[in-house]
């Protein structure tokens, strides 16, 4: 049993974090934080966890936070990750950050985050938490950048393609489509209800800070560079993202390689299921961490489908799945 | 064509005023303002109306809409309409006041609405704006005080039996359900997408201020006590309120005199639709200034069912029909 | 590891059923059935099972069923269960009927469901399945009714203060709101999501079947008539209860004596969650066990506010928790 | 005043003719029918135009409804519309046909719908109902095939370029996202709502109906061979579609020179929005009939997005465009 915190534990994906945490037989919650106006017990924040999880969510104090944690979630946002880590890693603590602060190097990060980065030297150090791909890495790292929810949705979709030389790495079009809780608990006028409900738009086109993730993770595969159009939409629900992605065969292929490749490249993970051409939907996943994938020639085009719940595998789910393999437990405990 | 004027556009009563007026064939709208950073044409505020109206929404300047107005809607929030009001109405302008500021007498405002009144004298003058009952009042109105959404369904819905001594003036319960754009355009946490998605819930039971503006006009009916426990509830979705109404008959009744009695009273209105048994739904009223009523005799009670578009009926769609009675227009005209 | 079998498989209560088992610790599911066209593996009819569930969902064949089971679920229809649960009951198997056919007696069933009753014996040996009246009881059945959704939500609501004598036993009102799952999995267009999405209706008000069920429960527990006036309507949503009851108090009670009983009525009870007079909402219980309930004295009323999940604590849930307890389970396995 | 006809009166389509017929000025609804049990007042059947038209539903009699019509409206299944429509060609009268039947030449839409078709003299005749395509030809047609809702929203988005040569022929790219009403008011399991809602889906990518409609258009317009992958999607929405587009650019093109190619195309259009960069959103033209296109050179990518209500400018409402055009009406009449 160890001992796990969550700092900032008050938005949507720390609140999922505390609701997967609260049932996972190999760790005791022992530290909740966040910018909060005082001490309040978490159940009355979020009385989903009532009966389930008794601790008080409080201002943040790296002392307090510290001394009682092996494990230390940040659940915080971009550009702030930075100020907290390094603490925790100089005390000797695994930190797995759900923001982006450690998934980009300094000079990407700046571009796309619009800040300089202040903790340099462990961006190096931090492993990029897709345990579908960087498992061994993860199993020894102290410091975990969990990925983007988009990214998690695209790299995962094509990257046994682009590791098998099969799909042009240019040209790549992203057209992902996502619930309202990946931007977060805002108070802003265009996350109303009203607003989002009965409604659906496109948005950054082309200029979203998720694009250079994923270009990066697929040109770490392809060993080469790649371009990918990338175009997220909002969809009026809470959770769940489906990536529709359009890429062109540099050579001939057929369906059954194609599902060759993906059998093969996922055979030994639990929450990537390959469904051929059965095109899967957003209902398929929420509230699990599986990402469902189908692929399918069409024409000229190779088409590849792909839904996650993005609070889930795209956030809170896959940290717990990244915890679960720096710590040795079940790589599933917690997530079904 | 009248000149009118909308203070406070950017709201949803706000946008929904802009909307209808823009097709209205006897007006001509002269003046947005609300609290804006700079001036903004209304189509970037509201895309919708894009092609319909060309107009520049800009901060508030007194003697720009006064000297542009002959009609001036307030879409503001409670404890400001107070100040606009008397100032418009000193120079000569008809007022449509969409607020709680001039429904109720001083006393009981300030111990709703938590404020005391800086208006008091245009109370008295003010007419309540249910063309319904106060149509003949209405015409000679130079201010009209618009009801609030939830007491024109509770009140449209048992007004008939109230006037007709049929049930019990005390232990009415009216439990209502509300779209969320009652709540106004507010960047609050609570009225997130991702909060009220996928949610249900009570709030304020027997604690709303629309409370009190029920049960007077349920008085003045009457010309007797009469006590009600209003219970309103938050529906997922944007526009449209539905009240189930809970009454005693006072003496033995049928369900022909019941329909005798509400197909009498409305027999004149456009706007009621009498159902008898058959019990409406939101989306036969949502986008139109109807209220639908169906009545019951079930067992010892009898049941009231109303619904209306919040936004229409419940807002800005009476106060066009107010103005379209105050300015001798078709009361139809901008509605249908 | 004992072997359960679900019939009925393919509804929204079959469906969560078998997500829930899938993951369940002690139980191993050995078939699950329906009217289907041709045996199809369930993570074909439902991908979100799929790595974690691999078994065929059948045609009904009692002998293989039965031959395979140990504990039998009926997610059948009203009206078809007791066909079917009377061979399991010969079997010597141990049957959780989710239907409401062994709910009420023949007679009263009769009238309100429209069908004489063809297994009347086995009706007085069914417990009703509600945990926290009946636990004892069920620990001992071999057959359980298992409640309805919207009588789980009242019935714990109110049953405290029926109980203690706190409350009249007429004129309760019952005002429920409802997810649309509650009516099953049908292809009927009243069900579409075109109709059912940006509205909200009232429906059966007064003549729901399950109003006696309700009355029944209570008047067990009053040990004298009790009268109900139950009123359902439908919210745009998936899964989901909200009722809000209607009470006068018989005597003066205080809100301290009101909050004593709950907590003491429940205090053994990990699924119920008394939350005094803060109200509870919907996404506090979807996807979980629990019912959560506030009382708040207004003026001459006391209000209760329950939620639960249909699908769970109304449904597939509480039917799990009665096999757990029926098993010698713990209460809580499968369900957190 | 002009009579008017509705024949499949009781579908989605259909239910939106019959709203928008109810309030335009220049026309008499006449005649109402579909496959229906009984003759039903439309008001009992569409509560929402009670007070509004007061006129009997009823099964189909060609010579009742031919002698009481000037202009008739098919709004039935593709595949039975040619049943009708000759009929009524040959009775002298207009049709507007809402279905596919007349929108492609015989062998490819035997080969995208499935039938061999019963009218093909009368396909030739037929114009294809997009007015700002086609107006002058509209004009002196009495057989319009009203254009799919998909195929308007992609067409008018990237006609301009197609026309002026902008953009490479081969290789588009239209990824459209549909509210559900597009889908028809069909009882099948996959249109409830519990399926649907909180769900997002790809389908039929490459094999939709409504693929050979966009390219048989664009060719037209280009005068050379185009292709374009076609994949739709479903929003948990009922009404709305955008489709975002992604073409590679023949040669150099600046966002200006684009600018003025939409600006230049769409002059005089009153229900085309051009939005330059400004990405439109579902809740720009929702129950309007306009359709909004933004277009953004972005890298190596010149990406479209358009939205439209799928029910009036991608059905009904166009087609009233198109009788206001083939009757010489103010083409807006009813539609604003």
Known sequence: ????????????????????????????????SAIIDKPTNIAELFPRVRGRLDIICKSFDFDEVSKSSDVVFLALPHRVSMDFAPKFLNAGKKVIDLSADYRLPPEVYEKWYGKGHSDVKNIEKAVYGLPELYRSQIKKASLVANPGCY?????????????????????IIADSKSGITGAGRKAVIDLLFAEIADNFKAYKIGSHQHMPEIVQELEKIAGKDVSVLFAPHIIPIRRGILSTIYMKPKKKVSQKEINDIYTNFYKDEFFVRFTGETLPQVKDVVYTNFCDIAVKIIDENIVAVSVIDNLVKGAAGQAVQNMNIMCGFDEREGLI
Do not use: F, Q, W
């Not at 796990?4 to 760790?27: M, N, Q």
């Not at 094509?158 to 790495?169: Q, S």
């Open 1 to 32: 049993m160890i001992k796990v915190s969550v700092v900032g534990a008050t938005g949507y994906t720390g609140e999922e974090l505390v609701d997967i945490l609260a049932s996972h037989k190999d760790v005791k919650v022992t530290s909740l």
């Open 151 to 171: 990214p998690t949705s695209v790299i995962l979709a094509i990257a046994p393609l682009v590791k098998n030389g099969v799909v042009e790495l240019t040209g």
